[in-house]
T-cell receptor, first 115, second 116 residues
Framework: GAVVSQHPSRVICKSGTSVKIECRSL??????MFWYRQFPKQSLMLMAT?????????EQGVEKDKFLINHASLTLSTLTVTSAHPEDSSFYIC???????????FGSGTRLTVV | AQKVTQAQTEISVVEKEDVTLDCVYE???????LFWYKQPPSGELVFLIR??????QNEISGRYSWNFQKSTSSFNFTITASQVVDSAVYFC?????????????FGTGTKLQVIP
């Protein structure tokens, strides 16, 4: 139980275009979703926290106008990378607290390549 | 502010050797959770363990064991009789507060390579 389905797993897009990443909680309600970014050989860095029905909270240094987060329902949170540039190429992963023994469940990640 | 330090960036061991991955954390909260995750090359995070700050009992799960010592703010992870399938990046992480809705701070990870 407590699965977060993340799509797409890989995406290649052209510079200047936008990409949407979806995270769905399949068997539980995710009132909160954390969005992380991981550059190659680096750790996961929290980008923002989204809460259902309210505006996301962004970490310092993360451009809210570039990384649009929408959490319109208890089972879906989306991250849209707008006007993507090659430096946005990274591994993006979402995570939701489940309230169960393991605390959080992670999506399988999205590897974004901007060319 | 919470911080997690994994001083070992890369470790190589020969199969069947034991290996310990170190984790030191900083927090001002008295209530917090510590985690270990495994990240294989495919990228997904595999949950290994969660420990709350009030439970210092060490835990063993098969070949895995964890040593939590609040006195030294450490939460070390030992793999006994390592196997090639253990090769991955391992992250130690910390979440402050109670209720499981707080953000998780990750260490920089330790890349473990088990050589056959």
């Amino acid at each position: 139980g407590a699965v977060v389905s993340q799509h797409p797993s890989r995406v290649i897009c052209k510079s200047g275009t936008s990409v949407k990443i979806e995270c769905r909680s399949l068997d539980f309600q995710a009132t909160t979703m954390f969005w992380y970014r991981q550059f190659p050989k680096q750790s996961l860095m929290l980008m923002a926290t989204s809460n259902e029905g309210s505006k996301a909270t962004y970490e310092q240094g993360v451009e809210k106008d570039k990384f649009l987060i929408n959490h319109a329902s208890l089972t879906l949170s989306t991250l849209t990378v707008t006007s993507a540039h090659p430096e946005d190429s990274s591994f993006y992963i979402c995570s939701a607290p489940t309230g169960r023994n393991y605390g959080y469940t992670f999506g399988s990640g999205t590897r974004l390549t901007v060319v | 502010a919470q911080k997690v330090t994994q001083a070992q960036t890369e470790i190589s061991v020969v199969e069947k050797e034991d290996v310990t991955l170190d984790c030191v954390y900083e927090t001002r909260d008295t209530t917090y959770y510590l985690f270990w995750y495994k990240q294989p090359p495919s990228g997904e995070l595999v949950f290994l363990i969660r420990r709350n700050s009030f439970d210092e009992q060490n835990e063993i799960s098969g070949r895995y064991s964890w040593n939590f010592q609040k006195s030294t703010s450490s939460f070390n992870f030992t793999i006994t009789a390592s196997q090639v399938v253990d090769s991955a990046v391992y992250f130690c992480a910390l979440s402050e507060g109670y209720g499981g809705y707080q953000k998780v701070t990750f260490g920089t990870g330790t890349k473990l390579q088990v050589i056959p």
